[in-house]
């Protein structure tokens, strides 16, 4: 009777947890967006909290987001029901283990996002959810230094340079601030900003004279550049404190500059090049593992997601834009007012020359990344032969091309197979 | 129980302890580093070996290895003499220097990221003693020689005092005898260290090194905090192709390369400081 007695107390003890853990059946949101803790406290206070049933939305890094993910797709269930990630983060999975979304009724307003979210099938593999892109800012104490005629809404690269040289004559030191830091977003400068604008691709051209020019005119914007960048990740840090003054990076890694002294700081957009004003959107989606312990709530929450609504608080939470229509309120944070503007007066300027998003590259995304981080850390940090690196770096481009298959994306000219490097 | 059962039955639990959680996950490693999906392979060998950063985190790693490990060695020994000499107050002082054991080794380079920084205690110090007029930044890739200074200043700090612990347990299993026979034939501190304590110690030595080097080439946290991508080195690398490639073949082909250099250099030390067969002390 003692050892019965014994037993009996963890034994209830484990089945009142169970029972407890059993009540608490909430749609898992397992997502790779909104990570910093306010972001996150806002997607659950303003976003979520409107939804039926109760949602536990749990942000992550890439990497320790897919292992999860692996693990529970390979033991074949899983506790997680609602995916969110970058298009990225997406199509390096296999389409196979999402669930088809094309007969849930919701999609985004844009065709471009709606056949990237395909993932090369017939049907929907994810929803658009939100979306972003790169833009530039400035302290407006930079502003005098602009250079003659320079217009901020419809700079060039020369002037870019020229206004950052101006800077750094009249105060000592490089102003200019850029996000080489480890979990900075610099390759999506070079694939979406430098490359458009001066190649008029990123892969056939990558190794084209014209991409020697543009990395020589990337190493005279980098004479202006504080060298500290390559420990910068978040723009709006350095700007805030003032130890950089023209910036570029991702929108909500600059919203935090805006919504604390908007007083203080414009945006604006990327500058041009002799093939266009380079530009890259950014795309994030939500998807629902095949492991999803309750389909049912975890597509009413993708509808949810969507709805214009919804939307408005995402873009408050996360400073990302609705990928619906919507009628944007004038009661918005002035980060989102200020991106807003620069966003819209790039992506319609007469020169826009978008670059989309890699696609089609599976799971070698990070080695395509790297690709253009090496030749960034040999060409300008290393200061290593800038025809040498580009004819190095070239065959592991073509390589990744070749293995994954993925057919050239704008600005690229179409290609049959696999896009090649020329 | 039968005693000639009972030791078996006592090792059998960390045995399948060892099997479950360190054998098979190694298995597992070996498997994906030599297959690429169709049989043995050695693409994955191959593919990290031939990436232009690999020599220089081999020898990033290397050369950190070997300047830390020395001095840590005689720092160690240095402390582990001084300790031992104590009367009053050893303990304290002992666990005074043990601290940064404590510490994981994030932290630690978060710690010496502070000093070192652009608005870090160093540059703040440097300033107001006018010998910079503004704050430099040290730890830039136009700097590689501070980063490399810091990075293995923080690991002279943060791991010395493990050598310490195992040195200071040996020193004590000295038998006082043998000191004061050198001493009746005068021989000097400097030769007793020499010819007794440094020989007497060769178990004890043995260990720490091996724990130590071990260590040094699994170098990680602190050169992420204090060099991020200035500093590459084999661990880091390792992470890269896990995390930001999603490539688990390469990741464990460096692993296993990893472990291939900690075994080399583990039998050259238990070579070198092997203790002779029958003599105990």
């Not at chain 1, 229509?325 to 503007?341: F, M, R």
């Not at chain 2, 030791?7 to 360190?22: A, E």
């Amino acid at each position: 009777m003692t050892l019965l007695s014994k037993i009996a107390g963890p034994v209830s003890g484990l089945a009142i947890m169970c029972s407890a853990v059993a009540a608490q059946a909430d749609v898992l949101f397992w997502s790779t967006q909104a990570k910093p803790v306010e972001e996150a406290q806002a997607m659950r206070e303003q976003v979520l909290s409107g939804f039926g049933d109760a949602v536990d939305y749990q942000p992550n890094d890439g990497g320790p987001w897919l292992t999860r993910l692996n693990a529970e797709l390979q033991a074949g269930s899983g506790s997680i029901g609602l995916l969110g990630g970058l298009h990225g983060d997406f199509s390096a999975m296999n389409p196979d283990d999402l669930v088809d979304l094309g007969d849930l009724g919701v999609t985004s307003a844009s065709d471009t996002f709606n056949n990237l979210a395909k993932l090369g099938t017939d049907s929907l593999q994810y929803i658009p959810w939100m979306q972003a892109s790169y833009i530039m800012a400035a302290s407006k104490k930079a502003l005098e230094y602009l250079p003659d005629g320079a217009d901020i809404d419809a700079l060039s690269y020369d002037q870019l340079i020229e206004w950052s040289a101006n800077v750094h004559e009249a105060t000592g030191e490089p102003k200019f601030g850029f996000p080489a830091g480890p979990k900075g977003l610099k390759h999506r400068f070079f694939q979406g900003y430098l490359y458009p604008s001066y190649t008029n691709g990123v892969v056939r051209t990558f190794a084209s004279d014209e991409a020697v020019v543009a990395w020589e005119k990337f190493r005279e914007l980098w004479e202006h550049t504080n060298p500290a960048s390559t420990n910068f990740s978040f723009m709006q840090e350095q700007l805030i404190s003032g130890e950089a003054w023209i910036v570029f990076d991702h929108t909500s890694r600059l919203a935090q500059a805006f919504n604390d002294m908007p007083d203080d700081f414009v945006a604006f957009p990327a500058p041009a090049g002799p093939t266009g004003r380079g530009f890259m959107p950014v795309l994030a989606g939500v998807a629902i593992p095949r492991t999803a312990p309750d389909m049912d709530a975890a597509k009413a929450l993708v509808a949810y997601m969507l709805k214009p609504e919804t939307q408005i608080e995402t873009l408050r939470a996360t400073n990302f834009f609705p990928v619906v229509d919507v009628d944007l309120p004038d009661d918005l944070p002035a980060s989102v007012q200020a991106a807003g503007a620069a966003v819209a007066k790039m992506s319609g300027s007469a020169d826009a020359n978008p670059g989309l998003l890699p696609a089609g590259l599976g799971d070698k995304g990070g080695d395509f990344n790297r690709v253009f981080v090496d030749a960034f850390e040999r060409i300008v940090l290393a200061r290593q032969d800038i025809r040498a690196v580009l004819d190095d770096q070239k065959g592991q481009l073509a390589a990744i091309m070749e293995e994954t298959g993925a057919p050239c994306w704008a600005p690229d000219a179409p290609s049959d197979g696999a896009c090649p490097v020329e | 129980m039968n005693a000639r059962i009972l030791p078996y039955v006592l090792i059998l639990p960390v045995t399948i302890f060892l099997c479950v959680f360190f054998l098979y996950p190694f298995v597992l490693v070996a498997q994906q580093a030599f297959g690429t999906g169709s049989g043995f392979s050695l693409e994955n060998f191959r593919e990290v070996v031939s990436y232009w950063k690999f020599p220089i985190s081999l020898k990033n790693t290397l050369l950190l290895a070997a300047a830390v490990v020395p001095i840590q060695l005689a720092l160690a020994l240095l402390m582990a003499t001084m300790v031992n000499r104590m009367q009053k107050g050893r303990d304290l002082v002992l666990y005074i220097w043990t601290i940064p054991l404590g510490i994981s080794d994030l932290a630690a380079g978060l710690i010496w990221l502070a000093i070192f920084e652009q608005s870090g205690f160093l540059n703040t110090m440097m300033s107001g003693l006018g010998i910079v007029d503004r704050p430099v930044n040290l730890l830039s890739y136009q700097h590689p020689g501070v980063v490399f200074l810091a990075i293995a200043l923080a690991e002279i700090w943060r791991a010395t005092a493990i050598m310490l612990v195992i040195l200071v347990a040996g020193i004590g299993l000295i038998p006082k005898e043998y000191y004061e026979a050198a001493e009746v034939f005068g021989a000097s501190p400097w030769k007793r260290f020499l010819r007794i304590t440094l020989p007497m110690l060769r178990p004890s030595l043995q260990t720490a090194l091996v724990l130590r080097v071990i260590l040094a080439f699994e170098i990680f946290a602190v050169v992420a905090a204090l060099g991020g991508t200035l500093f590459p080195v084999l661990m880091g690398e390792t992470y890269a192709y896990q995390f930001d490639l999603l490539n688990n073949g390469a990741a464990a082909a460096m692993a296993l390369i990893i472990l291939a250099i900690s075994i080399a250099f583990t039998l050259v030390i238990l070579r070198i400081l092997r203790v002779p067969k029958g003599a105990t002390i």
